[in-house]
């Protein structure tokens, strides 16, 4: 696969629609009512390095109630005072890794995933400055790390299965990057943005 520059992924993702999610991923929160749902969003933060674009991901706490252990966009659930879901993505990723807003320039976002843990979660495309730096909340986080955009939106970067739950066969998808394993929602989003980027590929 080709390295996407800066100005290629932009205008990728501004030309296309974003692209549902594999329905097939989808079955096991599709009893979830929409009105039972909390709203949430992660930061999906692209970084410029002179070696290529790269992706903020973190490695949750072990002892989260939602999602321990899992790799991770930066985010979290939606709070009164949050002006909207932009914000919500902004200020968690503020809590988390100590990313500050005037270091995030929001381009865009993909459709909410409904979650087993019932949650509606947005992500947030969004540009950051690359001298931020990292101050992690070691209660929420255990680790913080780059990963080249070109590996994510590789789909020969990208495993898929199935499995029976319920007389239903549903599709789960995984990356795994050096010694972390990333699957579960935040695979979802990267297919998702795998698709919309690569639309005339599908």
């Known amino acids: 696969m080709h390295i996407i520059s800066r100005h290629q992924f932009i205008q990728q993702f501004q030309m296309h629609l974003p692209v549902p999610y594999h329905p097939q991923s ?8 929409p009105d039972s749902l909390r709203q949430a969003a992660v930061l999906i933060a692209v970084v410029e390095r002179p070696h290529g674009l790269q992706v903020i991901l973190t ?8 999602h321990p252990g899992q790799i991770s966009f930066p985010g979290g659930k939606y709070e009164p005072s949050d002006l909207s879901l ?3 993505a902004q200020r968690e990723a503020y809590e988390e890794i100590g990313l500050p807003s005037h270091k995030i320039h929001i381009l865009g976002q993909l459709p909410s995933l ?9 992500p947030i495309l969004a540009w950051i400055d690359a001298d931020y730096s990292v ?20 789909p020969q970067n990208l495993y898929s299965d199935r499995f029976a739950l319920k007389n ?19 695979a979802q989003i990267i297919q998702s943005l795998q698709k919309q980027i690569f639309h005339h590929h599908q």
Request: no cysteine; hydrophobic share 45%; proline share 3%.
């Open 168 to 186: 239903h066969r549903h599709r789960v998808f995984a990356l795994p990057y050096k010694q972390h394993f990333i699957w579960g929602m935040t």
């Open 86 to 88: 932009q914000h919500t």
């Open 135 to 154: 101050k992690r909340d070691h209660n929420e986080v255990d680790e913080v790390f780059e990963v080249p955009l070109d590996f994510l939106l590789d």
């Open 59 to 66: 490695k949750r706490a072990a002892h989260l109630k939602h």
């Open 26 to 33: 989808l079955l096991r929160v599709a009893h979830l009512m």
């Open 114 to 122: 409904v979650t087993v843990s019932r949650f509606a979660v947005t």
